[in-house]
């Protein structure tokens, strides 16, 4: 064997056990939470709140409609900022301002949750006396806003400049170029990278701590301390009842379940309206 | 040789990319109804020129221009750009049908994206005067709600005729509309010019001299941003008065 194509094997063996090392991983938590989950699911674990202290059975069902709505609510709150923020991003490119914009985006993108944890401790929590929610959801939206800009604004730069410059040959003026070409021609791509980013911060657990802290009770009242599922394992696994302990894998179970489907539809409403437009 | 009615004017337009000049005092004179061809070889500003007459030109950052453009004797200037958009309409190289729209939006974009509202037998009308115009009609008669982008490409460039000529503009600018198409769609848009110049004035971006000599009536030729030579295609092909045309013509570069 030459060098030459003894390097191209090696070189070939560590590029597909990487990918295959890429997938085991995956198929190693996501079966092993399965594993120790599923076998604990039953209908009241969906529909019931916690059993009393010492009480046998309950289920998760404050920390499902916890999640649900923490995460609706942070996605509502930071879904016109970030799309509008990425707007602008997209349609001044080049300009310092919006480099700045680009910049700051980034650097909240990489700020650690628990530090925007605290942040909601300190100015939501402490301001008006109480966990709640709410806060939650804001803290959350604090992580929302920066990956949906950067999102919205690679995919309106996959917007042929072909097209806007047809509309803007046509006499159309910005604004309408921006709502008519742009945004319709990227919807799939936006509504993708909402879900994607909505993925991403309902499995967040740092955040909830300090804001949403969590309730025995099924709560729907966003002003008040709200459980939610990332919480939920936390606490459950960090108990000493094996019971609890097991009702957090099954948590965790439905939690990865419910963040994959957000992730596949996402990918898959991106492929179906490729398809479409082929 | 009777002087033709002029459409549109331009009175030394300079134009720049940043502190490149593209354009150096380009006065032409376009005549109404006929086919003017922009000749010349690749960077000598042809497209630049047409772009600074709808003023897309300037809007590509850091770009600007200076000069008059005169339309049917309106210092463009003084103009809206929405108006003067629409009274001068532009096919771009690619076809680029808007993929979110259909066949029957896609000709009445000028109106819905400038938010004028049609009532349905007008836009009815339009839609199919305006295809028949561009000989798409019969072709897309079944298909009219279809995507736009699901027709051929020879087909999309002539729904993209139709989208800039819907607006009814005096002027379309054409920059070379068939560079990305096979010799057939090529040869069906060169035909369909001269139907067009009974009811449009059209400039004809081009780098093919054959294509200049079969579809103008009249040709600019430009080179290294200077408008080098401007008169009836037949005179200039058959005797160039400039050094700089002869040789272009004779294949020295290009």
Not at chain 1, 213 to 237: C, D, H, K, T
Not at chain 2, 127 to 145: A, C, D, I, N, P
Request: include cysteine; aromatic fraction near 10%; charge should be positive.
């Amino acid at each position: 064997m030459t060098p030459r194509k003894l390097k191209n094997s090696v070189m070939g063996f560590l590029v597909a056990a990487s990918a295959v090392l890429l997938i085991a991983v995956l198929v190693v938590i996501v079966w092993h939470i399965f594993i120790s989950g599923v076998k604990y699911l039953n209908w009241n674990f969906f529909t019931k709140a916690p059993a009393p202290m010492g009480e046998s059975g309950g289920g998760v069902f404050n920390a499902i409609v916890g999640t649900f709505l923490i995460t609706l609510v942070a996605a509502a709150i930071g879904t016109p900022f970030g799309m509008f923020a990425g707007i602008y991003v997209a349609e001044h490119r080049g300009r310092r301002f919006a480099d700045v914009v680009r910049l700051c985006a980034d650097a909240l993108q990489g700020v650690p949750s628990i530090v925007i944890g605290i942040f909601g401790y300190t100015f939501l929590v402490v301001r008006f006396r109480s966990y709640s929610a709410l806060s939650a959801s804001i803290a959350l939206a604090f992580m929302f806003v920066p990956t949906t800009t950067r999102v919205t604004e690679e995919v309106l730069n996959l917007v042929p400049s072909g097209l806007k410059e047809a509309a803007y040959a046509l006499g159309a003026r910005q604004s309408s170029v921006v709502w008519n070409v742009s945004i319709k021609t990227a919807a799939a791509g936006i509504t993708s990278g909402l879900l994607t980013s909505m993925a991403r911060i309902a499995g967040e657990t740092a955040p909830l701590l300090f804001t949403a802290f969590g309730s025995r009770y099924v709560e729907w009242n966003m002003l008040r301390p709200m459980s939610a599922l990332p919480l939920q394992i936390f606490i459950y696994a960090g108990s000493p009842y094996p019971a609890l302990q097991q009702q957090a894998w099954s948590a965790a179970f439905v939690l990865v379940l419910l963040i994959l489907l957000l992730q596949y539809s996402a990918k898959h409403l991106i492929a179906r309206v490729l398809r479409v437009k082929a | 040789m009777e002087e033709p009615v002029i459409v549109l004017e331009t009175q030394k337009i300079n134009a720049w990319f940043g502190k490149d000049q593209i354009l150096f005092d380009v006065s032409a004179r376009i005549p109404k109804n006929r086919v003017t061809a922009i000749m010349g070889p690749s960077g000598c500003g042809k497209t630049t020129f047409v772009r600074t007459l709808n003023r897309l030109h300037q809007m590509t950052p850091g770009a600007r221009a200076t000069g008059t453009v005169l339309l049917e004797g309106i210092d463009t200037s003084t103009m809206d750009v929405v108006d003067v958009r629409k009274h001068i309409g532009m096919v771009f190289q690619r076809p680029n049908p808007f993929p979110t729209m259909t066949v029957y939006e896609n000709v009445l974009a000028g109106y819905l994206l400038t938010g004028q509202r049609l009532p349905r037998q007008k836009a009815d009308q339009i839609v199919e005067t305006t295809l028949r115009k561009v000989g798409l009609w019969s072709e897309v008669q079944s298909k009219l709600f279809k995507a736009g982008t699901s027709l051929s490409g020879g087909q999309q460039q002539r729904l993209c005729i139709a989208r800039a000529i819907a607006m009814e503009p005096a002027l379309v600018l054409f920059d070379e509309p068939t560079s990305a198409l096979d010799p057939k769609s090529t040869s069906v848009i060169e035909e369909l010019l001269s139907d067009l110049t009974t009811e449009y004035s059209i400039i004809f971006v081009t780098h093919g001299l054959q294509q200049a000599a079969r579809v103008s009536d009249y040709v600019a030729f430009f080179m290294l941003g200077e408008l080098v030579e401007f008169g009836e295609t037949k005179r200039v092909f058959v005797g160039p008065q400039d050094k700089r045309t002869e040789d272009y013509l004779s294949g020295k570069y290009g």
